[in-house]
């Protein structure tokens, strides 16, 4: 939920204090995404695209991928220093600890890029010739499934992407197509 917080302050002898008016968001319980674009680009340009179909905010610290080898890795190598949410109908990037952002120069600026502490995604990274099935869970002690990537057998030239039909709801499986070279990270396909 939205909301907008003003603090006022008087004292004993009528002296007020008004500050400026805050906008806030609560976070999601658990958070409406979805994985909308893969790229597996070799060590430096492998990355997974999450958007946040809203309506809060997405807590991206309590978020991980679960490879076919059932291991939950958490989006980000270390705890953040400040609370890292991702706003509604914004997209961030999960990618190993190497990616290489200047791969993509339209790559939007304020683009969350969630470093693993592995130097790939899931340990040993998306395979160049067809990524295996992974999915976007909670870090909580019986993880819960908010999106898969079920690795569709598309053959897409060298340096395209997969992308989701992000038109069909999150919670329905959707077909995913070879996105263009270079992929569309940090924005709508």
Same mark, same amino acid.
Request: hydrophobic share 45%.
């Given at each position: 939920?939205?909301?907008?917080?003003?603090?006022? #302050?008087?004292?004993?002898?009528?002296?007020?204090?008004?500050?400026?008016?805050?906008?806030?968001?609560?976070?999601?319980?658990?958070?409406?995404?979805?994985?909308?674009?893969?790229? #597996? #680009?070799?060590?430096?340009?492998?990355?997974?695209?999450?958007?946040?179909? /809203?309506?809060?905010?997405?807590?991206?610290?309590?978020?991980?991928?679960?490879?076919?080898? /059932?291991?939950?890795?958490?989006?980000?190598?270390?705890?953040?220093?400040?609370?890292?949410?991702?706003?509604?109908?914004?997209?961030?990037?999960?990618? /190993?600890?190497?990616?290489?952002?200047?791969?993509?120069?339209? &790559?939007?600026?304020?683009?969350?890029? &969630?470093? %693993?502490?592995?130097?790939?995604?899931?340990?040993?990274?998306?395979?160049?010739?067809?990524? @295996?099935?992974?999915? &976007?869970? *909670?870090? @909580?002690?019986?993880?819960?499934?908010? @999106?898969?990537?079920?690795?569709?057998?598309?053959?897409?030239? #060298?340096?395209?992407?997969?992308?989701?039909?992000? %038109?069909?709801? %999150?919670?329905?499986?959707?077909?995913?197509?070879?996105?263009?070279? /270079?992929? *569309?990270?940090?924005?709508?396909?």
């Amino acid at each position: 939920s939205d909301y907008t917080l003003r603090v006022s #302050a008087t004292d004993d002898f009528g002296f007020a204090l008004h500050g400026a008016p805050q906008a806030f968001s609560t976070l999601a319980a658990l958070p409406r995404v979805m994985l909308s674009e893969v790229m #597996a #680009a070799g060590i430096d340009g492998e990355y997974a695209e999450i958007l946040n179909l /809203g309506p809060g905010a997405a807590d991206l610290e309590s978020l991980a991928l679960r490879g076919a080898d /059932g291991i939950v890795r958490p989006l980000l190598g270390g705890a953040s220093p400040l609370p890292l949410a991702l706003a509604p109908g914004a997209r961030a990037l999960a990618a /190993g600890a190497s990616f290489d952002a200047s791969l993509y120069p339209s &790559l939007p600026a304020g683009t969350p890029v &969630l470093r %693993a502490s592995t130097q790939r995604l899931l340990g040993r990274g998306l395979a160049d010739d067809g990524p @295996a099935p992974f999915s &976007l869970v *909670t870090r @909580a002690q019986a993880p819960v499934e908010l @999106a898969e990537f079920p690795a569709p057998p598309l053959h897409c030239p #060298a340096g395209a992407s997969l992308q989701r039909d992000e %038109a069909l709801p %999150a919670d329905l499986a959707a077909p995913w197509v070879c996105g263009p070279p /270079g992929g *569309t990270p940090g924005r709508p396909p």
